[in-house]
């Protein structure tokens, strides 16, 4: 059982006009096996959340503190991030020149779990999981993310996710773009990576739609960078029917 | 009426050349560091220099209509707003372009050979000459003063050669060399040229592919820091004959690289490959030529370069020309550059030309990206550290040259240039 702690988290970002607090003292803790859904308007902050789990360069932590078992996760650099078993499902994952897909996921599962796999069953496990998530063989030997299709980029995300078995895994928006057929197949791999390996899951999100897919033990609201509110589904359900006007309207 | 509109008028069409008042066909980019040559500042002379047919060393708009001559005199003096020196830095040229090249040449040694010959003749023999003529002064300079020629030999029907010439520079007085490369009819064989030390070099290497021959020449530019090297190769290429020509540049601090490749009969093939990293000031040109003048033949060109350090500098010209009688051509050509870092200059300009319609194919593509901190971060964020990723771009990068080699021991030994210029990028 590992613990995820997120404590009165503020996080700055440098803009022309200035430095802009957009987190706002968040907290939050996740353990293995939960799944916390994120769901708010635009620009309330939650895709920032996710980036500064992550540890992108662009985001400043004014106070507060991230731990991951105690560990303190905002000392570490991105990539310890990644090999503590923290898993960033980008929203716009980059096209990386010069680098296929097989020689990426291979070097990036050595990085992870300190040793190379076993050449054949790595192979085999690429494959299965690739099929499963119904991406074409071909792209292996493609770059990464190279002329992939939104889509695609999200499947090869999630491909990701079921091959280096984080602990906990970060959706920023990955139902975005997808259609009906995708975000089913996308949704059933996390899934699939929560029963096998125990994984806790934040998954942040504008629309209810794949909440149908992929069942959150708690929704917390976002809201101008502060949890507004939080429950069960059920308050999946009631955004769903109402919307985030009723948190948008309460006068500040 | 502009003479933009006389060289698009018959049946010549030009892709990838855009017509702009004032600009040269390839954009408006002379070096700066040509100024002072230049008589007139930028936008005096050089706005004018689009005119065509008028003025000597003003090259016409078609590369059909280049110059061409064994005699330096034939070409006017350089001011480095010609089109095919306009990158090049004149003032760190060494006086190539019009000096005396009468420094001591760089040793040439040569291994490996089971039956190919590596003779030393005069200027006089009638093999020099034979495959190529030059197509720049600089190249008719070392053709006017390099004391002899070496000629190797690939004799008929042999197979399996693999041979290595090295030049060994160990003087910075301007120079001269000229080597002449023949495969001889149905020979198979790979041609390693290698150049190291220190030297001030205009080199003309003729390579003559006769019917039915197949070969490979890999061509090193492994200078010390401080060589100057203009190299043109000079390429023929006969009936049912296969050129595989991969230029390797890393060394020297400016190397001019201008492989030409003309074909004789038909049903040849060439493959024009190139690889580069060029290091903080360094100049790395490389401009090739293609000339398809017979039926049925086939090129594929693809230069790949990283860049990093301040005024690190690479110009690729890559030119092809179908001519009216190519007919049945199949040609392709691309370059593409990974910048580094920040203060990394790359142009890259490919012309086509195609004079028949009745072609199987002809493209061109040409691409400048940069490894940038969210390409960094993305392979960060998947437990990968910040070495390995840079070493895994450019590698990954890099390697679709590399494995054009398939010499084991270049391969290592480019596999470990990289892992060191990458090593200067860390520190």
Redesign the interface.
């Known amino acids: 059982m590992s613990t995820l702690e997120i404590k009165d988290l503020h996080v700055s970002i440098e803009t022309e006009q200035g430095e802009k607090e957009i987190l706002k003292g968040v907290s939050l803790t996740i353990k293995t096996g939960e799944t916390h859904a994120i769901m708010g308007p635009n620009g309330s902050g939650k895709s920032t959340l996710a980036s500064t789990i992550?540890?992108?360069?662009r985001y400043t932590v004014t106070s507060g503190s991230i731990t991951l078992d105690g560990a303190d996760v905002l000392e570490m650099?991105?990539?310890e991030?990644?090999?503590a078993g923290l898993?960033?499902a980008?929203q716009y994952?980059?096209e990386?020149?010069?680098?296929?897909m097989t020689?990426?996921l291979r070097?990036?599962k050595t990085?992870?779990d300190g040793t190379a796999p076993k050449l054949r069953t790595w192979t085999k496990e690429v494959k299965t999981a690739m099929e499963a998530l119904k991406i074409d063989a071909e792209f292996a030997s493609r770059?990464?993310n190279e002329g992939f299709s939104g889509g695609e980029k999200k499947r090869v995300e999630i491909l990701?996710l079921e091959l280096?078995k984080p602990k906990f895994a970060i959706l920023d928006e990955t139902d975005s773009g997808l259609d009906v057929d995708a975000l089913k197949t996308v949704s059933e791999g996390v899934n699939r990576a929560k029963e096998e390996n125990q994984m806790g899951t934040l998954l942040i999100t504008h629309y209810t739609r794949i909440l149908r897919y992929i069942k959150p033990d708690f929704v917390h609201v976002f809201v101008d960078g502060k949890i507004a509110e939080q429950g069960g589904a059920e308050l999946a359900d009631r955004l769903e029917d109402e919307g985030y006007d009723r948190f948008l309207n309460v006068p500040a | 009426m502009t003479d933009t509109a006389t060289h698009l008028s018959g049946e010549k069409a030009r892709l990838g050349a855009p017509s702009i008042s004032g600009f040269t066909e390839e954009g408006e980019n002379l070096s700066p560091l040509n100024a002072a040559e230049v008589s007139s500042p930028l936008g005096g002379d050089a706005s004018k220099a689009h005119s065509h047919g008028a003025g000597a060393g003003i090259p016409d708009s078609s590369r059909a209509g280049r110059k061409t001559s064994y005699n330096v005199e034939d070409f006017a003096a350089l001011t480095g707003r010609e089109e095919d020196f306009r990158f090049t830095p004149l003032k760190r040229l060494g006086g190539l372009h019009k000096n005396e090249l009468t420094g001591a040449a760089p040793e040439v040694s040569f291994t490996g050979a089971k039956a190919v010959t590596l003779e030393t003749v005069a200027m006089t023999d009638a093999r020099v000459g034979s495959a190529g003529i030059p197509e720049d002064r600089v190249s008719a300079n070392a053709w006017k003063y390099a004391a002899e020629a070496k000629v190797l030999t690939i004799p008929a029907d042999s197979s399996g050669e693999e041979v290595t010439v090295t030049f060994t520079g160990t003087s910075t007085e301007a120079a001269a060399s000229h080597l002449v490369v023949i495969a001889e009819k149905n020979s198979e064989s790979v041609l390693v040229i290698d150049h190291v030390g220190s030297a001030v070099l205009a080199q003309n290497i003729e390579i003559d592919v006769r019917e039915g021959a197949k070969l490979t020449v890999i061509s090193l530019q492994a200078w010390a820091d401080d060589a100057i090297h203009a190299s043109a190769h000079l390429a023929k290429v006969g009936k049912d004959a296969h050129l595989k020509h991969i230029a390797v540049t890393y060394g020297g601090d400016l190397v001019r690289v201008t492989p030409s490749a003309h074909f004789e009969g038909e049903g040849g093939e060439v493959e024009l490959f190139g690889l580069y990293f060029a290091d903080a000031g360094q100049h790395l040109e490389h401009r090739l030529f293609v000339d398809h003048a017979t039926p049925n033949c086939k090129s594929n060109v693809l230069y790949k370069g990283a860049l990093q350090g301040k005024d690190a500098h690479t110009v690729w010209v890559g030119d092809v020309l179908i001519r009216k009688e190519a007919k049945g051509t199949n040609s392709y050509e691309a370059n593409r550059n990974l910048v580094l870092t920040d203060g990394a200059r790359s142009d890259s300009v490919p012309n086509l030309e195609i004079e028949t319609g009745l072609i199987d194919g002809a493209g061109h593509a040409s691409t400048t990206g940069r490894f940038n901190d969210e390409h960094l971060f993305y392979l960060m964020a998947r437990g990968i550290d910040e070495k390995t990723a840079r070493r895994l771009v450019v590698r990954g990068f890099l390697n679709e040259i590399v494995q054009q080699i398939r010499v084991p021991e270049i391969e290592e030994r480019l596999a470990e240039t990289i892992e060191r210029e990458l090593a200067a990028t860390d520190s």
């Open positions: 992550a540890g992108h360069p650099s991105v990539d991030r990644a090999r898993f960033l980008m994952p980059v990386v020149p010069g680098v296929s020689n990426f070097t990036a990085a992870i770059n990464v990701q280096f």
